[in-house]
């Protein structure tokens, strides 16, 4: 939301510029593996792995302002009673996601060996660029001359409470069974969530 360029903007109440982001992304992934291997009489050998990736952004921002684009725009509040002038930018931006991953592993042997391996991985990467920006720049406010005198406020306001709420589960479940030889069972699990909030700021603007 702006007011942009050479102009006048003249109000008897209040001059509002309001500027409003809440965007949101929900993304959940599971993903289960099972494996199961029986033997009678020779070994038994049973791998089972499970991975989920979740990956989400969410880029841009939220501005409001008033730009005199290299000419000096007048703002006259001109109200006998209290005039404001506001220009607001709020920005409640939020991504959640839930990222599961489990590898069940059985190996049955009656007689043999029997090896048995599990494992689960869960990855979430998240992004949320962007800013929330709320400006004045090049232009003029002054109350009216009929009335003489400024009553009202003049508020530049910027609320950003954006957040990432990433849960990742990962699981390794293994069960080994043997009759007559030794038997070997192995559990994995890997979890990781990498999250990146307020990057892209444009440092140029006030």
Known sequence: AYASGNSLLSADDDIVIKAKDASSVDARVLAPAVAVAASGSGSGKSVSVGVGVARSALKGGVTAY??????????????????????EAKRNANITTLTAA???AVSLSGSGSSVAVGGGGALALNELKG?????????????????????????????????IDAKVVAAGVSVALSGGDRATAVALGFSLAYNVIGWGMNPGNP
């Open 66 to 87: 008033i730009d005199g684009d290299g000419s000096d725009t007048d703002i006259r509040l001109r109200g006998s009673s209290n005039s404001d002038l506001i220009v």
């Open 131 to 163: 800013a929330a920006q709320a400006y004045v720049d090049e232009a003029t406010i002054s109350s009216d001359g009929s009335t003489g005198t400024a009553n009202g406020d003049v508020t530049v306001e910027v609320l950003d409470l954006s957040d």
């Open 102 to 104: 489990a590898g069940v």
